[in-house]
């Protein structure tokens, strides 16, 4: 039995008991997503062990870039802090995809329109994306989709470190920051967040009062 990698924590019990009490099984798995060499490569390089963006750093960007990712659906309170700096400090939200989301909408997202499968050609060409992803405290969020696409991970980690923005990657309802250089220590230390008002059937980590994004 297979279930979507995304369950609350309810569903993920209900599924389980079910699996067991009417199927008469133990064998019941969440996680059925592609997994290349390309996405293991760019844990290591680029995320695992690094804790630089935090939501203090989201709020107070002069623009975000949204590749892969839709934060409303995927990754709730990085949404509501998207909003909040959107609504006081005019965050500039830009997202690549292939059409604007009512989450989207609900940030002044400008969309890069890009036929999904084609993410990688369309971030590291796109002049706009480029430029504002060379402000100063400029952020690129990539959600964990974009590993399913030959070449995004390693074109987000090229961009981030070609335009000096600090780079996130975000995993399901948790964000793992990333530094600006694709070059970080490979230890392992994930980071993250929990919804407040789901809770993702996977491992997180509680931060203190400074969560790390």
Do not use: Q
Request: one cysteine or more; charged letters at 25%.
């Amino acid at each position: 039995m297979l279930t979507g990698g995304r369950l609350t924590v309810e569903d993920a019990y209900a599924y389980a008991k079910f699996a067991r009490v009417a199927l008469h099984t133990n064998d019941i798995d969440f996680r059925a997503r592609p997994v290349s060499r390309e996405e293991a490569d760019f844990l290591a390089s680029t995320v695992a062990g690094s804790t630089d963006v935090t939501y203090t750093d989201v709020e107070n960007a002069p623009a975000v870039v949204l590749v892969g990712l839709e934060p409303e659906e995927e990754c709730p309170i990085l949404f509501l802090r998207l909003r909040k700096a959107y609504l006081k400090n005019k965050l500039k939200v830009y997202a690549l995809a292939p059409f604007a989301t009512r989450g989207l909408e609900k940030l002044g997202a400008k969309l890069a329109r890009v036929v999904p499968g084609e993410e990688a050609g369309v971030l590291a060409e796109h002049a706009t994306v480029a430029e504002a992803l060379g402000a100063e405290g400029a952020i690129l969020i990539v959600g964990e989709r974009l590993a399913s696409v030959p070449g995004g991970l390693s074109a987000a980690a090229e961009v981030a470190a070609r335009t000096g923005a600090k780079l996130a990657w975000c995993r399901g309802a948790r964000v793992t920051a990333a530094p600006s250089t694709p070059a970080a220590c490979p230890t392992c230390c994930p980071g993250g967040v929990r919804s407040p008002s789901r809770r993702p059937a996977r491992n997180w980590v509680r931060r203190g009062t400074s969560r790390p994004v």
